[in-house]
């Protein structure tokens, strides 16, 4: 698609205004209307053009069709991201450090940095982690800034790699996350059994994690499970 960009300025903010926007507050902040060459008539409001030129953004415009207020013209910032072109692969080998206390969070060091990272799980309940660099400041770990997508951390081998939505930003989603990440917080006896095993590595398709050797199966899902029932099955085996 084409498009044509310009910087909004005081004129526009009476327009603005009646869609019921804040026209002064979009000038005050530098914002940009972006409309398709061909029908000036779709368009949008933007500043965040993904690290490019306002007039580069061309092939990454696309329309989507609302029920409610019909084409609207939108900046694809995740196709960008992860362009390989613009954002290129990089493997970064990381060892686990340790588990953050009271979260569902652990903390990895780079083995030729040796900065930190800090990755936020929200499994099992659902296959997404999102990483973050961090540092201890008076003795607790805090995050600081996202990992940009198409970066590839590695643990013993186990590879999961971070890419961008457009509705969640940079993370690990289900078809990236890798579970070997996990490992530490789901070691549990079975009830059935009394085996060890890892309920990271018998999980199943319908939320359901089954003991390979009795047939034991826990509830994971997340329409019946609540956080003090994770807290009451899971624990860690030191």
């Known amino acids: 698609m084409k498009a044509n960009v310009r910087k909004l300025t005081v004129d526009d903010i009476p327009a603005i205004d009646v869609e019921g926007l804040n026209g002064k507050s979009l000038v005050e902040y530098g914002y940009y209307k972006v409309s398709l060459s061909e029908n000036p008539e779709i ?4 500043r965040d053009f ?3 030129k306002p007039e580069e953004i061309g092939p ?9 207020f019909g084409d609207i013209l939108k900046i694809d910032i995740a196709a960008i991201k992860n362009d390989e072109r613009r954002n290129t692969i990089k493997l970064i080998p990381v060892v686990f450090v340790e588990d953050v206390p009271g979260m569902n969070a652990k903390i990895f060091q ?3 940095t040796k900065k930190y990272y800090y990755r936020l799980s929200s499994y099992p309940r659902e296959k997404f982690a999102r990483w973050m660099t961090c540092e ?3 003795g607790e770990w805090q995050s600081l800034s996202e990992i940009r997508a198409n970066i590839l951390f590695s ?3 186990q590879v999961e790699k971070v890419t961008c939505t457009n509705w969640n930003g940079p993370a690990v989603y289900e078809e990236n996350f ?3 990440f996990e ?3 789901y070691l549990v006896e079975c009830l059935g059994c009394e085996n060890i095993i890892d309920l990271a590595y018998c999980g199943r398709e319908d939320h359901m994690s089954e003991c390979p050797f009795c047939g034991f199966v826990y509830d994971l899902d997340p329409e019946t499970m609540t956080e003090k029932d994770i807290a009451e099955i899971f624990k860690e085996e030191n």
């Not at 415009?61 to 409610?68: A, D, G, M, N, R």
């Open 43 to 46: 368009y949008c409001y933007a």
């Open 50 to 52: 993904g690290g490019l």
């Open 60 to 68: 990454y415009l696309y329309v989507e069709k609302s029920k409610y």
């Open 110 to 112: 780079n083995l030729e």
């Open 136 to 138: 201890k400041r008076k």
């Open 155 to 157: 643990l013993d081998g």
């Open 178 to 180: 890798n579970k070997a």
């Open 183 to 185: 490992k530490a917080n």
